[in-house]
C-alpha cells in the first residue's frame, strides 16, 4: 500500500506542469486579444496616413525629378502609398514597391511579401526554411 501511495504522488506531481502550462497556454490568447486589436487599429490608422491608398488609374503622388544642376535627382511628393491589385495590396516607397499583402504565392495560397535591401523580394518560409 505504501508503494502504491507514492506512485499516486508522483504521478500527480508530474502532471502538475503539464496542466499549469495548459491553463497558463489556455489563457494568454484570452489575455493578448485586446493588445492585438489594439495594434492592428493603431498600425491600420499609421498605414492611412503615411500610405493612402490611390484610386485605380490614378497617377502616384509623388516622383524623381532632375536637381536643376543637372547632376543627379530629387524626390517631390508623397513619399508613400498603397495600390491594391484585386485581393494584393503593394505598398509603395519613393516610388518602388516595398512590400505586398495578400500577394499570391506559388502554392497558391496568399502571404506577404517584402523587399529585403540587397536581397531582393522575400516572403516567409514555411518550417524551418527562411
Same mark, same amino acid.
Request: proline share 8%; aromatic share 6%; hydrophobic share 30%.
Given at each position: 500500500?505504501?508503494?502504491?501511495?507514492?506512485?499516486?504522488?508522483?504521478?500527480?506531481?508530474?502532471?502538475?506542469?503539464?496542466?499549469?502550462?495548459?491553463?497558463?497556454?489556455?489563457?494568454?490568447?484570452?489575455?493578448?486579444?485586446?493588445?492585438?486589436?489594439?495594434?492592428?487599429?493603431?498600425? /491600420?490608422?499609421?498605414? #492611412?496616413?503615411?500610405?493612402?491608398?490611390?484610386?485605380?488609374?490614378?497617377?502616384?503622388?509623388? /516622383?524623381?525629378?532632375?536637381?536643376?544642376?543637372?547632376?543627379?535627382? /530629387?524626390?517631390?511628393?508623397?513619399?508613400?502609398?498603397?495600390? %491594391?491589385?484585386? #485581393?494584393?495590396?503593394?505598398?509603395?516607397?519613393?516610388?518602388?514597391? /516595398?512590400?505586398?499583402?495578400?500577394?499570391?504565392?506559388? #502554392?497558391?495560397?496568399?502571404?506577404?511579401?517584402?523587399?529585403?535591401?540587397?536581397?531582393?523580394? %522575400?516572403?516567409?518560409?514555411?518550417?524551418?526554411?527562411?
Amino acid at each position: 500500500m505504501h508503494g502504491g501511495r507514492r506512485s499516486e504522488r508522483g504521478r500527480s506531481a508530474s502532471l502538475a506542469p503539464i496542466l499549469i502550462s495548459a491553463l497558463l497556454t489556455a489563457s494568454f490568447p484570452v489575455m493578448a486579444e485586446p493588445e492585438k486589436s489594439t495594434e492592428r487599429v493603431a498600425n /491600420r490608422t499609421y498605414l #492611412d496616413d503615411r500610405s493612402p491608398f490611390l484610386a485605380e488609374g490614378a497617377e502616384p503622388p509623388g /516622383r524623381s525629378v532632375p536637381n536643376p544642376d543637372g547632376r543627379g535627382s /530629387r524626390w517631390e511628393g508623397a513619399t508613400g502609398w498603397r495600390t %491594391r491589385h484585386g #485581393d494584393a495590396v503593394v505598398r509603395w516607397s519613393l516610388g518602388n514597391p /516595398r512590400d505586398v499583402t495578400g500577394a499570391r504565392l506559388p #502554392d497558391g495560397t496568399r502571404g506577404d511579401i517584402e523587399h529585403v535591401l540587397d536581397h531582393d523580394f %522575400r516572403r516567409q518560409g514555411t518550417g524551418a526554411t527562411r
